[in-house]
T-cell receptor, first 112, second 114 residues
Framework: GDSVTQMEGPVTLSEEACLTI???????????LFWYVQYPGEGLQLLLK?????DKGSNKGFEATYRKETTSFHLEKGSVQVSDSAVYFC???????????FGGGTRLMVKP | ETGVTQSPTHLIKTRGQQVTLRCSSQ?????VSWYQQALGQGPQFIFQ???????GRGNFPPRFSGLQFPNYSSELNVNALELDDSALYLC?????????????FGPGTRLTVT
């Protein structure tokens, strides 16, 4: 079945540092790919998405590029803020589009 | 535009009991999915409802069941609760007519089984 693997956390960075959270997937066909963010005590918020190879999703300074050749969708941000501290989940949908498969999540902690 | 809402926020049940969780989808969305998120893990797909019919199911036993109503709201029912059912239950709705199938999540219901 489909699976999503992302780097384990926690990732601890100082404010204004560069962020990369790795995500790779295995899937049949060509899934759409997503990054969700979860703040403490809350549900998941859609951060960005990409629906086909070489698409770049971006939002709030975060970006990720759908790399079909490496089956990857790494999340990047050039300068993190304390308010970016949260858990980040990479996800892929199946061909029918009715199910999201999530990675285990990566906790990001940004220190002032 | 109202987002996805869930009730209750928290719930404590005893092993063997039954529970019903409720979800109202975002305005204009006709598809509702349910996920279970154990502590420290990613969400796991339980099932999806589209136009009041089950439209896909994950690897969960039959004691997990659901309903979708004509107004697209949904219920998740869990019978014969087990300790391992303790988790955050997330509901997500999807917009009509989109091809990318992004899902929008509610805040979740925290279920504790003792």
């Amino acid at each position: 079945g489909d699976s999503v693997t992302q780097m384990e956390g926690p990732v601890t960075l100082s404010e204004e540092a560069c962020l990369t959270i790795n995500c790779t997937y295995t899937a049949t066909g060509y899934p759409s790919l997503f990054w969700y963010v979860q703040y403490p005590g809350e549900g998941l918020q859609l951060l960005l998405k990409a629906t086909k190879a070489d698409d770049k999703g971006s939002n709030k300074g975060f970006e990720a590029t759908y790399r079909k050749e490496t089956t990857s969708f790494h999340l990047e941000k050039g300068s993190v803020q304390v308010s970016d501290s949260a858990v980040y989940f990479c996800a892929a949908n199946n061909n029918a589009g009715n199910m999201l498969t999530f990675g285990g999540g990566t906790r990001l902690m940004v220190k002032p | 535009e109202t987002g996805v809402t869930q009730s209750p926020t928290h719930l404590i049940k005893t092993r063997g009991q039954q529970v019903t969780l409720r979800c109202s989808s975002q305005s204009g969305h006709n598809t509702v999915s349910w996920y279970q998120q154990a502590l420290g893990q990613g969400p796991q797909f339980i099932f999806q409802y589209y136009r009041e019919e089950e439209n896909g199911r994950g690897n969960f036993p039959p004691r997990f069941s659901g309903l979708q109503f004509p107004n697209y709201s949904s219920e998740l029912n869990v019978n014969a609760l087990e300790l391992d059912d303790s988790a955050l239950y997330l509901c997500a709705s999807s917009p009509t007519g989109t091809g990318s199938h992004e899902q929008y999540f509610g805040p979740g219901t925290r279920l504790t089984v003792t």
